[in-house]
C-alpha cells in the first residue's frame, strides 16, 4: 500500500527520432536551412507596392467575361476536351488492364511483372506536360497529341493502382476458385475480377475526372481542345473571353467532380 | 481409391511439413484428419489437389497419378476433387448462385462462364444442391450477406456441383459456433453418404471428429501417429498427438453428444429450412 503511494514512475512520450544528437542536428539543419533558403529569395517590397495597382487592371480586364464574341471557338474547343477525355479515358483504360495484371507480383510470372512495372514505371515517372510537350512534337499540334499523352498517362495511374489492388486481394477466394479446375481466364473472371471491380469502377471515374482538367492543361502546351482556345485568348490580350473560358472549365469540372463522385458512392 | 505413398513437402523456408506419409482411403469412406496447428494437415489435402506441389512421394486417385500431371490435366483432375475451405472461401461478392456455379467452371469455355450460360443441367443441379442445403430462396443474393453456416453451406454444394470422386474438407467449422459446427459436420456427412462419396476432413476439434467420421489418423509434426476408428481414440494417444493434457472428459463427451440426429432430415419442411438458412 505504501509503495503504491509513494513509487512514481516517470513517463514522457518517447521521441520519433532517439539518437539527441541525430534528432538536434536534423531539427538545427531544417531550421538554418530554412533561413537562408528565405535569406536568398530577394523580394523587392517597393516593386510589389507599384505592382499592386497594375495586378488589379489586369483582374479588371477579365471583368465582364465576355461568352459571346469568340462562342464558336469555345464551342469547339469544349467539344474536343470532352472527346479527347473520354477516348483517353476510355483507350487507357483499356490498356492498362493487361498492364496491370501483368503488373501484379502474385499472379503474373517474374519476367511478365518486370517488364509491366517498367511500362508503368516510365508511365508515371514523366509529368502530363512533358509527355504532352513530347507528343506535340511527334503528332504535331492538335487534340491527337492530347489523346495521346492522357492514355498514356492514364495507363501508368489505372495499371499501377490494379496491379495494387490485386496483390491485396484475398487470396482464399481466388485458390478456392482454383480448385474446381477453372482455366486461366475463368479464374481471373470469377476469383479476381469480383474481388477489384468496385474499386476499379470507383477509380476509372476519378480518372476521367483527371483526365478533364488535365485536358485543359495538356491544350495550353499544343494538345488541343479547350486548353488551346484559353491560350490563344490570353496571346491575344482577350481577357474577357478567357475569363469566360475559366468558367465554364469551372464549371465543367464541379459537374464532372460531383457526378463521378455520386457514382462512385452509388457503386460502393 | 486414393493412395498417398511417401508424400514428403519440404517448403522453401526448409520447414519440413511432411515427412513420408502414407494414406490409403477407400471408396466411400469419411476420414478425419486431426493433430495440432502446424502438423501437416492442410499441406497433406492441399498436396491432393496441388495447391501446394508435393516435394516428393506418388498419389493416385482411382489409378491417376496426380504428382507431375501438366497443368491441363491437373485442371482436369482438379474437377474431380472437391474442396471445402476453412472460412468458407466464397467470392464475396459474387452471388450464391455464381458462387455455386463456379464448380462448374472446369466443365465449361471461358466465354459460356464469362456470360454466365451455363448449361441448364448445370444450374438444375445448382438448385437441387441448394435447395438440399436449405438455401434455394438466397440464390440471388450476395454471398457477403450470408452468415458463417449459410456460407459454409454454399461452400460445400460448390464442392459438390463438381460431382467429384473425393471431398477435401479443410477446417470446415474454424468459424462457426458449436451447434453451426455439428451441423455442417452433419450435413457433409450425410451428403458423402448419399453419395459414397470418400471424404478427408481435417478438423482441430477431436469431439467433433469422433461424432461424424469412421476413421482417425492423428497427425504429429509432419508424421502420422495414429490411424484407426474413432473408439480407439484414448488420453494416451491423444497425449500422443497433441501432448500431455486431462483428454479423459473430451472423450466422454464425444460419446454424450453423439446421440441427437435432428437438424437436417433429408426432404426438409419448410419451417426447419428456414432455420437451417438463420431467417428464425
Request: proline fraction near 4%.
Amino acid at each position: 500500500m505504501r509503495n503504491l503511494a509513494v513509487e512514481h514512475r516517470r513517463w514522457k512520450k518517447p521521441p520519433a527520432i532517439k539518437r539527441a544528437w541525430l534528432r538536434w542536428t536534423l531539427i538545427v539543419g531544417a531550421a538554418v536551412y530554412l533561413s537562408l533558403a528565405l535569406g536568398t529569395t530577394h523580394v523587392n517590397w517597393a516593386r510589389v507596392w507599384e505592382g499592386l495597382p497594375r495586378g488589379i487592371q489586369f483582374i479588371t480586364a477579365f471583368l465582364p467575361p465576355d461568352f459571346t464574341s469568340r462562342w464558336t471557338e469555345i464551342v469547339e474547343g469544349i467539344a474536343e476536351t470532352l472527346w479527347m477525355t473520354v477516348a483517353a479515358t476510355v483507350v487507357g483504360i483499356a490498356l492498362s488492364v493487361p498492364v496491370g495484371i501483368g503488373a501484379a507480383r502474385n499472379i503474373a510470372p517474374l519476367p511478365v511483372y518486370y517488364f509491366c512495372r517498367s511500362i508503368l514505371a516510365v508511365s508515371r515517372s514523366f509529368q502530363e506536360i512533358i509527355l504532352a510537350i513530347f507528343f506535340v512534337k511527334l503528332f504535331g499540334f492538335g487534340p491527337f497529341a492530347g489523346f495521346v499523352t492522357l492514355s498514356f498517362a492514364t495507363i501508368g495511374f489505372y495499371g499501377k493502382l490494379l496491379a495494387e489492388d490485386i496483390e491485396d486481394m484475398d487470396v482464399s477466394q481466388a485458390e478456392a476458385v482454383r480448385a474446381t479446375g477453372a482455366g486461366w481466364l475463368q479464374w481471373l473472371n470469377y476469383g479476381v475480377q469480383p474481388q477489384v471491380m468496385p474499386r476499379m469502377i470507383g477509380l476509372g471515374l476519378y480518372r476521367l475526372d483527371i483526365n478533364f482538367r488535365e485536358s485543359a492543361v495538356v491544350g495550353i502546351v499544343g494538345g488541343g481542345g479547350i486548353g488551346a482556345t484559353l491560350n490563344t485568348s490570353f496571346d491575344r490580350y482577350e481577357f474577357d473571353s478567357a475569363a469566360a473560358i475559366i468558367l465554364i472549365i469551372i464549371a465543367i469540372v464541379m459537374a464532372v467532380e460531383y457526378s463521378s463522385g455520386y457514382l462512385r458512392r452509388w457503386v460502393q | 481409391m486414393l493412395r498417398i505413398k511417401g508424400l514428403t513437402k519440404r517448403y522453401r523456408t526448409g520447414d519440413l511439413a511432411l515427412k513420408s506419409i502414407d494414406i490409403d482411403v477407400p471408396d466411400g469412406q469419411v476420414m478425419a484428419l486431426i493433430g495440432p496447428s502446424g502438423a501437416g494437415k492442410s499441406t497433406v489435402i492441399r498436396c491432393i489437389n496441388r495447391l501446394v506441389e508435393p516435394t516428393a512421394g506418388t498419389i493416385t486417385l482411382n489409378d491417376t497419378e496426380i504428382v507431375g500431371l501438366s497443368s491441363g490435366n491437373l485442371r482436369r483432375m482438379r474437377r474431380r476433387m472437391g474442396m471445402i475451405f476453412q472460412e468458407y472461401a466464397l467470392v464475396e461478392r459474387l452471388s450464391v448462385m455464381e458462387n455455386v456455379l463456379s464448380g462448374r467452371l472446369g466443365y465449361v469455355g471461358f466465354w459460356q462462364s464469362w456470360a454466365r450460360k451455363f448449361p441448364q443441367s448445370d444450374i438444375d443441379e445448382a438448385f437441387r444442391l441448394l435447395a438440399r442445403v436449405g438455401l434455394d430462396h438466397m440464390a440471388d443474393k450476395r454471398a457477403d450477406e450470408l452468415s458463417g453456416g449459410q456460407r459454409q453451406r454454399v461452400g460445400i454444394c460448390r464442392a459438390l456441383i463438381q460431382n467429384p470422386e473425393l471431398l477435401l474438407v479443410d477446417e470446415p467449422t474454424a468459424s462457426l459456433d458449436p451447434k453451426t459446427s455439428r451441423q455442417i459436420m452433419r450435413l457433409i456427412k450425410e451428403l458423402c453418404g448419399e453419395r459414397k462419396l470418400a471424404a478427408i476432413i481435417n478438423i482441430h476439434d477431436v469431439m467433433l471428429a469422433q461424432m461424424f467420421a469412421e476413421r482417425i489418423v492423428g497427425l504429429k509434426l509432419g508424421e502420422i501417429v495414429y490411424d484407426g476408428p474413432p473408439d480407439k481414440l484414448t488420453p494416451a494417444v491423444l497425449t500422443q498427438i497433441y501432448g500431455e493434457e486431462d483428454w479423459a472428459s473430451t472423450i466422454r463427451k464425444a460419446d454424450d453428444d453423439a446421440e441427437p440426429v435432428d437438424d437436417i432430415a433429408p426432404v426438409m419442411p419448410s419451417i426447419e429450412r428456414d432455420r437451417l438458412a438463420g431467417l428464425t
